[in-house]
């Protein structure tokens, strides 16, 4: 996970102890999982984009 998922995941937990509303706990819940699924994504595009770079075969 980069630095900027970490942080916002960071302000989403602050922001989510605050809230007093189950609806918003959710939502902030469900934002977060989203972060989390992004940043993985993330790292398996640039992961899968590095090693159709570095195929010697295709060269």
Known sequence: ????SSW???????LKDK?????????LSALKQVVIEQSTRTDQIQHELD????????W
């Open 1 to 4: 996970m980069d630095e900027q």
């Open 8 to 14: 916002l995941i960071d302000q989403i937990n602050q």
């Open 19 to 27: 809230q007093v509303k189950y609806e918003d706990r959710a939502f």
């Open 51 to 58: 090693g159709r770079l570095w195929n010697h075969d295709k």
